[in-house]
């Protein structure tokens, strides 16, 4: 089983619709989250931590489900610029131990 | 602007040639790290360093060096290139404070060895 999973998509979903993505970690000891956004042929960049609360930044909610070791990531009002691979990160400790999931893509259509 | 320069974007190279990527971060960060992406792979950590003169092995590091004289460069040395070493390179560097473990890349680099 991979330490990071997610579902490669793509996710193909209309202007306007809302679309969540999930990503299972197998590391019950991992210690922080996040979501990075990867536009094509580009770097990865952070969109969000992911925090035991959740949070919210505008369109974008992440949760984090502790005792189901998944996190989840929920854009709303999807836009046409939202159309990029998203990384799931998770931090287990240690310098090394930063696993990142292969990504989900999202194509948002007009 | 302040953030982690990368060159070269683009690269070719022979079986059996060697190079130097080349990174360099700003932003006074301790911690730089080398990643390649393959497809349906995800980055995965091929050297680190935690400081200058301190280096450590990721989880692919073979075929690959680093060094680290100073606290803004991290060159990666391919020593004798393979095609299994074509793959797209990032560099990524984090600071030691508050909201240390976010990892901020360089643009990448794109290497493609025949």
């Known amino acids: 089983r991979k330490e990071v999973e997610q579902d490669p998509g793509p996710f193909n979903v209309p202007e306007g619709a809302t679309v969540a993505f999930n990503c299972t970690y197998s590391?019950?000891?991992?210690?922080?989250f996040f979501w990075y956004r990867q536009d094509c042929r580009k770097e990865p960049k952070l969109l969000m931590s992911?925090?035991?609360s959740g949070n919210e930044d505008g369109r974008f909610t992440a949760q984090l489900n502790r005792a189901s070791q998944y996190i989840s990531l929920l854009i709303r009002d999807s836009k046409l610029s939202d159309s990029a691979t998203y990384l799931c990160?998770?931090?287990?400790?240690?310098?090394?131990?930063?696993?990142f999931g292969t990504g989900t893509k999202l194509q948002v259509i007009p | 602007n302040a953030g982690v320069t990368q060159t070269p974007k683009f690269q070719v190279l022979k079986t059996g040639q060697s190079m130097t990527l080349q990174c360099a971060q700003d932003m006074n960060h301790e911690y730089m790290s080398w990643y390649r992406q393959d497809p349906g792979m995800g980055l995965r950590l091929i050297h680190y360093?935690?400081?200058?003169?301190?280096?450590d092995q990721g989880e692919v590091p073979n075929g690959y060096n680093v060094s680290r004289s100073t606290t803004e460069d991290f060159p990666l040395r391919l020593l004798s290139a393979a095609p299994s070493q074509t793959s797209v390179y990032f560099c990524?560097?984090?600071?030691?404070?508050?909201?240390?473990?976010?990892?901020?890349f360089g643009a990448g680099s794109r290497l493609t060895v025949l």
């Open positions: 992911v925090y035991s």
């Open positions: 590391n019950s000891a991992s210690q922080s």
């Open positions: 360093s935690v400081g200058a003169g301190i280096t």
């Open positions: 990160v998770v931090h287990s400790g240690g310098y090394q131990k930063v696993t």
């Open positions: 990524a560097s984090r600071g030691s404070a508050s909201g240390a473990n976010v990892l901020t």
